[in-house]
């Protein structure tokens, strides 16, 4: 069979190729799986790099969640068969012709779910749920801040969040370019992270065809806005009062127009942006970026607030986590989370979180949009795309025979 294989570690493509490999022969608790498409994710950069934990030994095989049919049932798999359509988290192998995966990783896909769809839920979709609700602990009506807001997770966050009853969503993003494409997933406000100052950006504070430019994107390749998206009703309930609107829009008692505004001017620190685009504290933060951005975490948290650490897109070293002092202080909880070890020590739980948000698309409550790459032999670019920082949203290739 066919398979994206990772020879050694490297920062580029310069060691991934396309091989011919032998078939995985399922064991006891096991099925193989014929993949329509695999999901490709930050997890495989990660791996291709050589960080600490995610590969055993190379040649590698990457690829953590796949849909397709079932192939081959092992010893003691009673509840799977072979022609299934079905959906798996792997420990790997997904970017393949036939993958392995645990039978209690691998669930039937509802019927008009497509496949490029139900690859993107095994672990980016079930991550951005488990996220929310096991480790974030998510109630309607929180404000919700996201790093990386406009990569996969970011924007599965952003739209799981309406289906369980809604909230105030913040993002931030690598770069200025990006802040378009998180305000497009469904956040109220993004901020991109530098140095110069920061400048967020609101849906629907722009004037009826204006641009909204993000801040250092001086001159050509602004990314444009249709600025009626996002709050235009109350905007036109306002009579073109647009700081009303968006009072009214964020529940009240915070002018964002005025703060946008004065953000605008320059000088403006990340934390203050955020605060003043969330109106105040943040009660949960979901952070891929290890610790490099912890103590803006901790400046922004609202009372009671929870942080959940599930990565380290830097491949740095982690810095200490906060004294417990500081965590007293503000009444504030940091919390792990791994799919990987959770798929490892309480796969019924990942199982349960896939077949949720499986429902959740079929049921039409649940819109994931996803580019598809259309072969194994185009994964090594969207791996560097993913490295250099320059992709947004999710990403599927098709491997095999796709469904819908």
């Known amino acids: 069979m066919r398979a994206?294989?990772?020879?050694?570690?490297?920062?580029?493509?310069?060691?991934?190729?396309?091989?011919?490999?032998?078939?995985?022969?399922?064991?006891?608790?096991?099925?193989?799986?014929?993949?329509?498409?695999?999901?490709?994710?930050?997890?495989?950069?990660?791996?291709?790099?050589?960080?600490?934990?995610?590969?055993?030994?190379?040649?590698?095989?990457?690829?953590?969640?796949?849909?397709?049919?079932?192939?081959?049932?092992?010893?003691?798999?009673?509840?799977?068969?072979?022609?299934?359509?079905?959906?798996a988290f792997t420990s790997g192998g997904g970017l393949a012709e036939v993958a392995l995966a645990r039978a209690a990783l691998t669930v039937p896909v509802p019927a008009g779910v497509p496949s490029e769809v139900a690859a993107s839920a095994p672990l980016m979709l079930a991550s951005a749920l488990l996220l929310l609700t096991d480790a974030g602990r998510f109630r309607a009506g929180e404000t919700v801040l996201v790093h990386s807001a406009s990569g996969g997770v970011g924007s599965a966050v952003a739209r799981l969040v309406p289906a369980l009853g809604g909230g105030r969503l913040i993002g931030t993003v690598g770069r200025p370019g990006k802040v378009a494409a998180a305000l497009s997933a469904g956040y109220d406000a993004a901020v991109a992270r530098h140095d110069a100052g920061v400048r967020p950006e609101t849906r629907g504070v722009a004037a009826p065809g204006a641009r909204i430019v993000p801040s250092g994107d001086v001159g050509g390749g602004a990314s444009s806005v249709d600025a009626a998206h996002g709050i235009d009703r109350d905007v036109t309930r306002a009579g073109g009062d647009l700081a009303g609107a968006i009072r009214a829009a964020a529940g009240g008692g915070v002018d964002l127009a005025g703060a946008i505004r004065a953000a605008a001017g320059g000088g403006v620190d990340l934390a203050g942006a955020i605060q003043a685009a969330a109106g105040g504290g943040v009660d949960l933060v979901l952070d891929p970026l290890g610790t490099a951005t912890l103590d803006l975490d901790l400046d922004v948290a609202a009372p009671g607030a929870r942080i959940v650490l599930f990565g380290n897109a830097g491949g740095g070293a982690m810095a200490p986590l906060p004294s417990q002092a500081r965590l007293r202080s503000g009444n504030i909880g940091v919390v792990g989370f791994s799919i990987s070890s959770l798929s490892a020590t309480a796969p019924h739980r990942v199982a349960a979180a896939l077949r949720r948000v499986l429902d959740l698309i079929a049921e039409g409550r649940l819109d994931v949009p996803v580019t598809e790459v259309g072969s194994l032999d185009e994964v090594p670019a969207v791996h560097q795309l993913l490295a250099e920082g320059r992709g947004e949203g999710k990403y599927a290739a098709r491997v095999g025979r796709p469904f819908s």
């Open 4 to 87: 994206l294989v990772m020879t050694g570690p490297s920062q580029g493509p310069d060691r991934t190729e396309i091989r011919e490999i032998a078939e995985p022969t399922p064991g006891p608790g096991e099925v193989t799986v014929d993949v329509a498409h695999a999901g490709i994710n930050f997890l495989d950069v990660m791996a291709r790099r050589g960080d600490p934990g995610y590969v055993a030994a190379w040649p590698y095989v990457p690829g953590k969640e796949i849909a397709g049919t079932v192939r081959e049932v092992g010893p003691g798999v009673t509840d799977l068969f072979p022609g299934q359509r079905v959906a």
